[in-house]
């Protein structure tokens, strides 16, 4: 059963800093680009970070860089977010999404439940 469960949110003050994990299984995780995304209440959901099956290249939207840092534990099945200088619209549900990055997986896509982060001014 593929599950990916994501943990580390909470509520924090502008500025502090917050570490998200997400917690795979069910599947070969070293086989998987992983992402993280975000959704805030009445937008749509945005790619935040990605990094690459082995880690070898890492992307990020304007919005986040220089302030998170996405790594990954191929030992652990875990992908984590570091979340810096925390800002009050960083404020959404960030979800951990795992997308197939190897043939015999091409196409196969698996999102987790969501963390909520909530930034206060």
């Known amino acids: 059963q593929v599950q990916l469960v994501e943990s580390g949110g909470g509520l924090v003050q502008a500025g502090g800093s917050l570490r998200l994990s997400c917690a795979a299984s069910?599947?070969?995780?070293?086989?998987?680009?992983m992402s993280w995304y975000r959704q805030a209440p009445g937008k749509e959901r945005e790619l935040v970070a990605l990094i690459t099956n082995y880690g070898g290249s890492t992307n990020y939207a304007d919005s986040v860089k220089v302030r998170f840092t996405i790594s990954r534990d191929n030992a652990k099945n875990t992908v984590y977010l570091q979340m810096n200088s925390l800002k009050p619209e960083d404020t959404a549900v960030y979800y951990c999404?795992?997308?197939?990055?190897?043939?015999?997986?091409?196409?196969?896509?698996?999102w987790g439940q969501g963390t909520q982060v909530t930034v206060s001014a």
């Open positions: 999404k795992a997308t197939g990055a190897v043939r015999v997986v091409a196409g196969v896509v698996n």
């Open positions: 069910g599947f070969t995780f070293s086989s998987y680009t």
